[in-house]
């Protein structure tokens, strides 16, 4: 199994650029997670799809920030503009069961540096 | 709005000692995670508990769950080098809440 796969892995750019980062979670998790991650901090929420529903975006910068998980598999974040704050890294996972008895599994993130 | 507490933020120690790693809440949890990052990777499980009082031992990591499941544990035995990394506690809401609440982690080194 391959686990979850995240694309790319590092990525710099200028404010105010565009950017987006590709998830392909687990075969068979129909649930989907986008977290944000400062260094030497917890992960923090940024949206949960069930399927190919977004559940819970709550967090979710709107202004700037855009997801989407087409066909409730594979799933995209984007940024648009990026701003120096945005800098940190951006883990997707995934889970079976909604996460509270097996756990999640992440991939291993995309640092972003904003510049 | 539910918020859990780690402590210690930082610790530092020599190999071979032990350590415990606290995660408190006041609120009841249904289950909670404990999870360990290493740089640049994401979190990885480590175990899920369940019943209130439970224990897990994984190797010389043991993990407690409150009687009252609000708070847990995590105790390391004999540190090694390779024990360094982010340990993040993270609960579960009860009833049909699948939103994980995490901590905001424990940053350990151990020094050989």
């Known amino acids: 199994e391959a686990g979850v796969v995240q694309s790319p892995r590092y990525k710099i750019i200028e404010k105010k650029q565009p950017v987006a980062f590709w998830c392909n979670p687990i075969s068979g998790h129909n649930t989907l997670y986008w977290y944000r991650q400062n260094l030497g901090q917890g992960p923090e929420l940024l949206i949960r799809?069930?399927?190919?529903?977004?559940?819970?975006d709550s967090q979710l910068p709107k202004d700037r920030f855009s997801a989407e998980r087409l066909k409730g598999v594979d799933s995209t974040l984007k940024i648009q503009p990026a701003e120096l704050g945005d800098s940190a890294v951006y883990l997707c996972?995934?889970?079976?069961?909604?996460?509270?008895?097996?756990?999640?599994?992440f991939g291993s993130g995309t640092r972003l540096t904003v510049v | 709005t539910q918020l859990l507490e780690q402590s210690p933020q930082f610790l530092s120690i020599q190999e071979g000692e032990n350590l415990t790693v606290y995660c408190n809440s006041s609120s009841v949890f249904s289950s909670l995670q404990w999870y360990r990052q290493e740089p640049g990777e994401g979190p990885v499980l480590l175990v899920t508990?369940?019943?209130g009082g439970e224990v897990k031992k994984l190797k010389r990591l043991t993990f407690q769950f409150g009687d009252a499941r609000k708070d847990s544990s995590l105790h390391i035995t004999a540190a090694q080098p390779g024990d360094t990394g982010l340990y993040l506690c993270a609960g579960a809401g009860a009833g049909n809440n699948r939103k994980l609440i995490w901590g905001l982690g424990t940053s350990l080194a151990v020094n050989p």
């Open positions: 996972a995934s889970s079976l069961d909604g996460g509270t008895g097996g756990g999640y599994t």
């Open positions: 508990v369940v019943t």
């Open positions: 799809y069930e399927n190919e529903e977004a559940v819970d």
